[in-house]
């Protein structure tokens, strides 16, 4: 099987942190470059947490990228809460040799774009979608030429956990994810409906413990770290792990569900700002513009993520 060529715009985050490592294990994935998102923390955190993660895991040959500062419209908005103050608190990672680009993220997509054969390459949005959202605004024909953007963002049954109404990638920036769910591309939402059924339990984060190298020690100790805000709250039996589940929908689409349905997002209420609004029954006739994933096997994606973390260095 040929590898799929990828392109990861991502906020790190340790959950980010670990889909970045997932694609890194694997053979079946060609990952042409990083854009760093302003998201959980600062454009300039999460292009140097970028760094971290490629550091950690030996691969300074792929290159990272800033994307831009600030959203579309609204004003910036942090997760530090969740993350901790870089973003990615838990593990002692040293200081990356190799810095970012000096490209803007948003050019380095549109040229990767224009030198690759059309619809070969897949974007994978782990943040706010404002990188996606400028290029198409920039130059629509050429981002045209993705294969598909597969999307950690929005809610249906789990409304939204940055507030009772949205999940934090589209209320971070709303305007930048409408504008792609209205621009025609093939988009794949993997939203907290996958997210919050994908539980990172005390046997897991042992089995994972367990792992040899040090990309799993700091996957388990970024896990330890970010999961201490999701289990006081939820109090469930594991913390929801969101952005892996895009790159286990990329390597393995079966282990996942969903239907092609229409997708809005709320971009001006005060009270539901970046609620996506799932037609799920199409009840509004509105045209099908995103796959909405609803369902995983969750043991499935585990087995995957354990056996990739383990191949890492
Ligand atoms: O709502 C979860 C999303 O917000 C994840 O991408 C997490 O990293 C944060 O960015
Ligand atoms: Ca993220």
New binding site residues.
Partial sequence: MDRQKLIIDT?P?Q??AIAIMLALASPHIDLLGIIAAA??VSVEQTAENACKILELAKRQDIKVYKGCPRPIRRPPIT?QHV?GQTGMDGPDLPTPLHTPEQQHGVTFLLETLAAHPAHTITLVT??PMTNLAAALVQAPETVARLKQVVA??GAWSETG??TPAA???AFADPDAMAIALNSGLPVTLVP?DI?HRFLITPDRLEALAKLPGHCAKAAHAMLTFSARFDLNKYGWPGAPL??PCTIGYVLCPHLFAGKTINVEVEVSSPLTLGATVVDWWQVTGRPPNATFLRSVDDNGLWTLILESLSRLS
């Fill in positions: 906020d985050g959950d980010d998201g959980n997760a993350h782990i943040g950690m963002g956990n940055i999940e934090f990638n907290l997210t969101h952005d």
